[in-house]
């Protein structure tokens, strides 16, 4: 099946190419299943926007999503008003609150799984897996965990990342060295070169996660990415660009086009799988 077209446009006398990421056709008519991973600042705003998604979709007729959130981390009393948690929440894990807040009072049956991605880790049957974690190295080991022991697994990777003021969301096959790069494809050896200086940081306050992180930038990220790639993706059934760069300093939005030469940038290479 084609993970991708080429279309040709003529503009004012030039010949434009242009290459679409191309929805699986059995989608259009199941629930699609996603696996997000982690549950904080970026993680629980995308599950706000894919709680919403899933009511727009079956209100157009689709079957919806099914999300299964997936999170070691507990509630702290700096998450509070920076993530889409209350103080009552302070000292339970982040997945198991947010998931049974929303299957309480959103009628659903959605899954959380209360545990950190390991080396060993093996993730549930998932069209989409979405990431929103702070470690290259933790990326890592989700591109391991998927490489190695889910090579039966057909799907795609949203990954979302961001620092200070800026973020960026992409997303491409779940598989390395598929016809669409996968995250990993054009970053991994970016957080390969991170990963070495990584350590851990312990929990700060609001002021500190605040000045780490500028308001809005979690959000931002993660309503881009929802409502730029995976809502037109579901309702278009295809993406001419696959990938977003957010600056709120300047306030710029950039897309990256579906477009192997846009990828070869980034040290990508097509092969012949």
Not at 5 to 15: E, Y
Not at 123 to 145: G, H
Not at 217 to 246: D, T, V, W, Y
């Amino acid at each position: 099946m084609r993970k991708y077209s080429h279309q040709l446009t003529i503009l004012f006398g030039l010949i434009k190419m242009t290459t679409q990421m191309l929805m699986p056709i059995s989608w259009g008519d199941k629930v699609i299943n996603i696996t997000l991973i982690g549950c904080g600042g970026t993680g629980s705003a995308m599950l706000t926007e894919l709680f919403q998604m899933n009511g727009i979709l079956k209100a157009l007729g689709g079957k919806g999503i099914h999300v299964t959130a997936i999170d070691g981390d507990e509630v702290s009393t700096s998450n509070v008003f920076r993530q889409n948690f209350w103080a009552h929440d302070v000292g339970l894990n982040k997945a198991e609150v947010l998931i049974s807040r929303f299957n309480m009072f959103g009628d659903l049956n959605w899954d959380f799984i209360p545990t950190y991605i390991t080396e060993s880790s093996s993730l549930p049957s998932t069209d989409i897996v979405i990431t929103c974690v702070d470690k290259a190295s933790v990326r890592l080991t989700i591109n391991d965990v998927i490489n190695s022991r889910m090579r039966h697994l057909d799907g795609y990777w949203l990954d979302l990342g961001n620092d200070n003021h800026t973020a960026q969301a992409y997303f491409g096959k779940a598989l390395s060295g598929k016809e669409i790069p996968s995250p990993f494809d054009l970053f991994g050896s970016q957080w390969e070169t991170i990963s070495e200086t990584e350590h851990e940081v312990p929990s700060c306050s609001t002021e500190e996660a605040i000045a780490k992180q500028t308001f809005g930038i979690n959000s931002m990220c993660a309503k881009s990415a929802a409502s730029m790639l995976l809502f037109p993706f579901f309702r278009q059934g295809r993406l001419e660009h696959n990938g977003i760069f957010i600056d709120l300093h300047e306030a710029t939005t950039t897309r990256m086009n579906v477009d192997p030469i846009e990828w070869g940038f980034y040290g990508w290479k097509p092969t012949n799988n």
